[in-house]
């Protein structure tokens, strides 16, 4: 089952260019993932220049958050020249947060935050990350919250592949029912079915559902909680039960469950990424040829 460019880049997501992660692991953004917030690590890569990375991704997610940690240090990259002609190109101040070490005294930390914030307009905050990380991941949460990160979703859907299935067994004769998940959160998941309806009632309790998700291995009881067409298929929403009869997963499975979420949404997201890096890369492959070519014309009409 593919999954469409749309269908990946919809939604609210916030990426952070060239983290520090002594400060901020990228385990906080598996934490973030059961909170709500879609997040990313954007790390340094020897094969695509940052400024190309940043460019693909504000081009391609329409409803983003974007924090640089200007901290980083490459050669050839002035922070200060590089954000400044970001906003201007984009014109997207409202999606722009700053990250730095904390400074050692009131004068930097002042410095940094009337340069980003009361010159360039930064909007989504100018933060300095402490050196203790525990502190940091409060200090990011509240952050996430305060620019509204969640966008307007409660929950976060991962999109599936054919590698995440679903088997229970229905009706009289415990027919054995097998399938793929269209997308699946930590306290839903939904099916699609293509020319023939399931026998499910509305708000009916189906037990023992086995999942696997590319395989990480789970069950868990479930109710039917929406259905409805789409493009001619019926599209089926569950909401998992738990062992106490209540909404939502046991803890403990709820706890194992995100990590592997989490870690789908980034191979969907990569994914989609990598190949538009590279289809950069090869546009300005055949821009510089084009532009040799044009050189030896001239040239040649010249002589």
């Given at each position: 089952?593919?999954?469409?460019?749309?269908?990946?880049?919809?939604?609210?997501?916030?990426?952070?260019?060239?983290?520090?992660?002594?400060?901020?692991?990228?385990?906080?953004?598996?934490?973030?993932?059961?909170?709500?917030?879609?997040?990313?690590?954007?790390p340094f890569d020897k094969?695509?220049?940052?400024?190309?990375k940043v460019k693909v991704?504000?081009?391609?997610?329409?409803?983003?958050?974007?924090?640089?940690?200007?901290?980083?240090?490459?050669?050839?990259?002035?922070?200060?020249?590089?954000?400044?002609?970001?906003?201007?190109?984009?014109?997207?101040?409202?999606?722009?947060?700053?990250?730095?070490?904390?400074?050692?005294?009131?004068?930097?930390?002042?410095?940094i935050e009337r340069k980003?914030?009361?010159?360039?307009?930064?909007?989504?905050?100018?933060?300095?990350?402490?050196?203790?990380?525990?502190?940091?991941?409060?200090?990011?949460?509240?952050?996430?919250?305060?620019?509204?990160?969640?966008?307007?979703?409660?929950?976060?859907?991962?999109?599936?592949?054919?590698?995440?299935?679903?088997?229970?067994?229905?009706?009289?004769?415990?027919?054995?029912?097998?399938?793929?998940?269209?997308?699946?959160?930590?306290?839903?998941?939904?099916?699609?079915?293509?020319?023939?309806?399931?026998?499910?009632?509305?708000?009916?309790?189906?037990?023992?559902?086995?999942?696997?998700?590319?395989?990480?291995?789970?069950?868990?009881?479930?109710?039917?909680?929406?259905?409805?067409?789409?493009?001619?298929?019926?599209?089926?929403?569950?909401?998992?039960?738990?062992?106490?009869?209540?909404?939502?997963?046991?803890?403990?499975?709820?706890?194992?469950?995100?990590?592997?979420?989490?870690?789908?949404?980034?191979?969907?997201?990569?994914?989609?990424?990598?190949?538009?890096?590279?289809?950069?890369?090869?546009?300005?492959?055949?821009?510089?040829?084009?532009?040799?070519?044009?050189?030896?014309?001239?040239?040649?009409?010249?002589?």
């Amino acid at each position: 089952m593919g999954i469409s460019v749309n269908d990946i880049v919809t939604g609210r997501k916030t990426f952070f260019i060239l983290p520090d992660t002594s400060l901020m692991p990228e385990s906080y953004l598996e934490d973030y993932f059961a909170l709500g917030y879609e997040c990313y690590f954007v790390p340094f890569d020897k094969r695509i220049n940052i400024k190309k990375k940043v460019k693909v991704i504000t081009s391609l997610f329409k409803d983003l958050i974007i924090f640089f940690n200007i901290d980083y240090n490459l050669p050839g990259l002035d922070w200060d020249d590089y954000i400044y002609e970001y906003l201007q190109e984009y014109k997207n101040p409202d999606s722009v947060g700053i990250m730095y070490a904390k400074r050692q005294t009131k004068a930097e930390k002042s410095l940094i935050e009337r340069k980003y914030l009361y010159e360039m307009g930064v909007r989504c905050g100018c933060v300095q990350l402490e050196y203790q990380k525990n502190h940091n991941f409060d200090l990011i949460a509240r952050l996430l919250y305060a620019n509204q990160a969640q966008g307007r979703r409660k929950t976060i859907r991962a999109l599936c592949t054919s590698a995440c299935t679903y088997t229970y067994t229905y009706g009289q004769f415990n027919d054995s029912i097998t399938g793929t998940l269209q997308d699946i959160s930590l306290s839903h998941f939904t099916i699609l079915i293509s020319g023939t309806d399931l026998e499910i009632q509305l708000y009916e309790k189906i037990k023992d559902i086995h999942f696997n998700i590319r395989g990480f291995l789970f069950r868990s009881d479930a109710v039917l909680v929406m259905e409805r067409p789409v493009n001619g298929d019926m599209l089926y929403v569950f909401a998992f039960i738990n062992s106490a009869g209540t909404s939502g997963l046991d803890s403990r499975t709820k706890g194992l469950l995100g990590p592997s979420l989490y870690k789908l949404m980034c191979m969907n997201c990569n994914a989609i990424l990598d190949q538009m890096y590279h289809e950069l890369n090869e546009a300005e492959v055949v821009d510089d040829e084009l532009e040799v070519i044009d050189s030896d014309k001239s040239g040649d009409d010249n002589q």
